[in-house]
């Protein structure tokens, strides 16, 4: 299958035979692209790039590039602009192609990467900013896996920190604990101190191992973390590889302390230790308040030399961006520890805030949207839908749920993590939109198509194909490098973006070209091979988005 990858590499082909005394930093920059339809099917922009070094003029080089290339699978080359080269695909490549687009990545490196996400703390409500963790992480996680990556994710819930010294108050004094009895226990102590001692108490036995404090806390542990992980099924996220939550690290700080001292990377500042990192414009990290308590930023450190020690290459965290400059200290303090010799390598994948205008949804505690206020109420608005548009689906209890999580995920990773933004019912769940359940209804009509005929036989190389369906076919090519394109920064916004172009082409495709009803058998044949094609490439691109494709709704 062609890819703009391998254009590159016909490209690089024709360079070296023009012995260009061309430097690594100028090849580095040489691209290939997809181009818009009109200017043909891929686009590079070597000769710009390579003019200068070649002492020659971008269009005479362009030429040159030209006449050394291998066009045994171009219909057309051509100059294009100041200098760039497009290239055009002879559609009988494509037709070769077709059902071939899943091929194996093999792009991706080897190394062992540990992919964090959906941290909730125990004891405390799911919110919508952990939904957006896991499904963001899902995605990744997903995508990854078919890149051929080694990847493997690990749930690091909040399991240990004072709270739990108000969780075992509050269970001694009710014989149980939720959040409800939690949050107002919280609020009790604001207003008396007396409490606030008592909690802390609590928790410095629990800190010192006193048996009953922590029977206690096991039992409130077990109760919340099999609560959160219903989320596996909830919403279709990949089970976890890893289940290590805060409290696993406990014993593991004071060899990081030790490093630390050891590096002469510890100082002393208003009776608390730290390290200095005002050098790199990331202030004073704490690692040992002045009370003698560790740190969130210490059990992290601890955390990530765990997981370094068992041949994590790589740790990436899918955390809100309220912890940007957590992650910036850390990453700092490990390069300067030695741990990480390519520190960039780990990345906190962050993600911005979403909101809820006008929304009646509860906001129990401060500004906080529930998960599961969400899930219901997406819930209820496709039942309502699905009740208008298709009451005699089958199976529509599933078909509700499928197509909830699909417009929920789908609105998600269609945004860039990086962004905040606010929600909006009508658009997430817009049939004929850039939503979830339009992309589904797409797989659904090519999947009916197939229920009636299916397209198995060979396809004749002589066969009249519309400029959409050639289109189609082209588009389907993409899949490997836009998966790829979706790692590199770990955006998934990218793949979706391409998934939903696809989807417009596919859509348009079945309204233009006729496929059951089509009399000439050679086009019949065709199309039907399109639509087997369709589906499955398609299919496979929400998989990795985690919506599950539907054959009918
Ligand atoms: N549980 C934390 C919180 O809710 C997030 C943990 C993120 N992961 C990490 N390794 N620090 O704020």
Redesign the pocket.
């Known amino acids: 299958m062609l890819t703009k990858t391998k254009v590159l590499e016909f490209v690089f082909e024709a360079i070296k035979k023009l012995n260009i005394d061309a430097s690594e930093d100028a090849m580095s920059k040489i691209a290939a692209t997809y181009t818009e339809p009109q200017f043909g099917d891929y686009s590079t922009n070597a000769a710009l790039i390579l003019a200068k070094e070649a002492k020659m003029k971008p269009l005479d080089l362009a030429g040159q590039i030209i006449e050394n290339l291998d066009q045994s699978l171009f219909e057309q080359v051509e100059i294009a602009g100041p200098g760039f080269i497009n290239f055009k695909l002879k559609t009988e490549e494509l037709l070769k192609g077709i059902g071939k687009e899943l091929g194996k990545m093999t792009s991706s490196s080897k190394e062992k990467i540990l992919l ?1 996400y959906f ?3 125990i004891a ?1 409500p799911l919110h919508i ?2 939904l957006r963790t896991a499904i963001i992480g899902d995605a990744i996680k997903r995508l990854l896996l078919y890149s051929g990556a080694k990847v493997e994710s690990d749930t ?3 399991d240990w920190g004072t709270q739990f010294g108000y969780l075992i108050m509050a269970y001694k004094k009710h014989g149980a604990v939720d959040d409800k009895i939690y949050a107002k226990l919280n609020a009790q102590a604001e207003a008396d101190p007396k409490l606030h001692d008592e909690a802390k108490e609590e928790f410095s036995r629990l800190e010192k191992g006193d048996d009953e404090n922590r029977k206690i806390w096991q039992e409130i542990v077990a109760t919340s973390v099999e609560e959160f992980l219903k989320i596996n099924d909830l919403m279709d996220i990949l089970p976890f590889d890893h289940h290590w939550p ?1 409290s696993f690290y406990e014993d593991k700080m004071p060899k990081v302390i030790e490093s630390l001292k050891k590096k002469k990377l510890l100082v002393e500042s208003q009776g608390a230790q730290v390290v200095n990192l005002e050098d790199a414009n990331l202030g004073f990290a704490i690692m040992i308040k002045s009370d003698g308590s560790t740190t ?1 930023l210490l ?2 450190m601890a ?2 030399i765990y997981r370094a020690g068992l041949g994590f290459e790589k740790q990436l ?1 899918v ?2 961006s309220r ?1 940007s400059n ?2 910036a200290q850390m990453f700092e303090i490990l390069k300067r520890l030695g741990v990480t010799k390519d520190a960039h390598k780990n990345a906190h994948l962050s993600y911005g805030y979403i909101s809820f205008k006008g929304q009646a949804l509860s906001t129990r505690k401060g500004n906080m949207v529930l998960a599961n206020d969400v899930i219901v109420q997406m819930e209820e608005k496709v039942a309502q839908i699905i009740q208008e548009k298709n009451p005699d689906l089958k199976d529509k209890s599933n078909a509700v749920k499928a197509i909830s999580k699909g417009a929920l995920k789908y609105y998600d990773l269609s945004h860039n993590r990086n962004s905040d933004y606010e929600f909006n019912w009508d658009d997430a769940l817009d049939f004929n939109g850039n939503s979830g359940p339009y992309l589904q209804y797409v797989y659904a009509r090519l999947s009916s198509i197939l229920r009636k005929e299916t397209g198995k036989g060979s396809v004749k190389e002589n066969v009249e194909i519309s400029a959409t369906e050639r289109q189609v076919m082209f588009e389907l090519t993409k899949f490997n490098d836009m998966v790829e394109d979706g790692l590199k920064d770990y955006l998934p916004n990218l793949f979706a973006n391409y998934l939903y172009q696809l989807a417009g082409l596919l859509n348009k495709f079945y309204h233009e070209s006729p496929v059951i009803k089509e009399t000439d058998k050679a086009k019949k044949q065709f199309r039907l091979r399109l639509v087997t094609a369709g589906r499955e490439v398609f299919g496979k691109g929400l998989e990795l988005l985690g919506i599950e494709p539907l054959e009918e709704m």
């Open positions: 964090e941290q909730p703390n405390k900013g952990h690091h819930m909040g805060e969130y059990r992290d955390t990530f965290y955390v809100d912890q957590h992650f």
